[in-house]
């Protein structure tokens, strides 16, 4: 029966090894597969360093490198199944392109709450001068609509829905099934953008 113990919280009782060539890595993996953990904690005194290193290089952020690379050696115990030596001859790749993974996860979840900590809360009154805003933008087209394609989906589906269809923020926020703050965020950029792209057109325009 497998044992549900992590296999890195047991590197420290491992003796100390002679392994001084990464050559020793596919035979470590092969073994890893089988759910060895001996061969888990061999595979982690040999090539932490090494992938600490990599994590920082990628991610600028010692603290972050050191969790990240503990994910690393994570993901290899519990995924070791998926690494194919007919695939990828070279196993110290392979754990590299984890690592690479992780640290992309990581920047993908920190650009997540940076979005979220830029998001307009739900309780912050509306302009109210949107509508006379819009009014202006409609005023100049033909650019209105290459303003209207400039715009991301999201913004551009909630403009519709506002103006065009005349849906109140807390219809549209219902209908597509987001927060109520996500749907003022991407009205404020969608108008914000428009009127920049409008702007820039107007200026094009008066070129001789």
């Not at 503990?70 to 199944?81: E, G, K, P, T």
Request: proline share 5%.
């Amino acid at each position: 029966m497998e044992s549900n113990t992590d296999p890195l919280m047991e590197v420290v009782a491992e003796p100390m090894l002679s392994i001084d060539s990464m050559a020793a890595v596919p035979a470590l993996m092969a073994r890893i597969k089988n759910r060895e953990q001996a061969a888990m904690a061999e595979l982690y005194m040999l090539c932490h360093a090494k992938v600490f290193r990599h994590v920082a290089y990628l991610i600028r952020d010692d603290q972050a490198a050191r969790d990240i690379t503990q994910d690393v050696f994570l993901r290899i115990w519990r995924y070791a199944s998926a690494y194919d030596p007919a695939k990828s001859s070279n196993a110290m790749a392979w754990i590299n392109q984890v690592a690479r993974n992780q640290v992309l996860t990581e920047l993908a979840r920190r650009k997540r709450r940076q979005e979220d900590s830029d998001e307009i809360p739900e309780d912050m009154p509306d302009e109210g001068n949107e509508s006379e805003q819009m009014a202006r933008m409609t005023a100049r087209s033909p650019a209105f609509a290459a303003a209207m394609g400039s715009l991301s989906p999201s913004s551009r589906r909630v403009i519709t829905m506002r103006f065009f269809a005349d849906q109140s923020l807390a219809e549209i926020a219902s209908e597509l099934d987001v927060p109520l703050g996500t749907v003022k965020t991407w009205l404020h950029r969608g108008l914000a953008r428009m009127k920049t792209a409008l702007e820039a057109g107007n200026l094009e325009s008066l070129k001789p």
